[in-house]
């Protein structure tokens, strides 16, 4: 089964914190695993994909295929982080993200 | 340039009515993707488009679900007979191609609700 899961629905940090946002997937081989996020009143949009091993807005994501995790870090939290942030992995036929439940991220001073 | 963009924003109908989504994708993109996010849930994939086809309509959940996108650019999500089930946010994306290492843009949505 393909499945994703984001056991937090909610993490509160203050700023200047570490932030990890946990994603774990079920998949049958290579998994293409993304990160999404929903800024308030914002539309859906790209924050990073693991294939490109970018760094974007100072977060990063590593796949771990031993854990079938594709956790969201950042060793510094700014207020602008607040969001709701959605892990996604591209189904095995290539049509469609299978999305988690999401995560809130509320970041306070 | 312009964005994914959604038709209407908010809808709000009575339960057994018939219901039109419109999506309007990112020009040049050959690829559409329909989705439906629910309260607390991500979003969940009903329909794929390459071109005019359907080329994936395996998350359609019934047969009073259907859309069609006649000339390869607008499509049309349509909902008959709806149900207090069905009220969600309906969400259009497109890619340039389709299939892996894309990005898939998103819309705003259209908030359904049935009374």
Redesign the interface.
Known sequence: AQR?T?PEKLLSVFKGAPVELKCNYSYSGSP?LFW?VQYSRQ????LL?H?SRESIKGFTADLNKGETSFHLKKPFAQEEDSAMY?C?L??Q??????????TTLSVSS | GAGVSQTPSNKVTEKGKYVELRCDPISGHTALYWYRQSLGQGPEFLIYFQGTGAADDSGLPNDRFFAVRPEGSVSTLKIQRTERGDSAVYLCASSLKGGAHETQYFGPGTRLLVL
């Open positions: 994703v984001q293409e999404y539309r859906l949009q790209l994909r294939i959605y996604a591209l189904n036929a290539g049509t469609a993200l299978i999305f988690g439940k999401g």
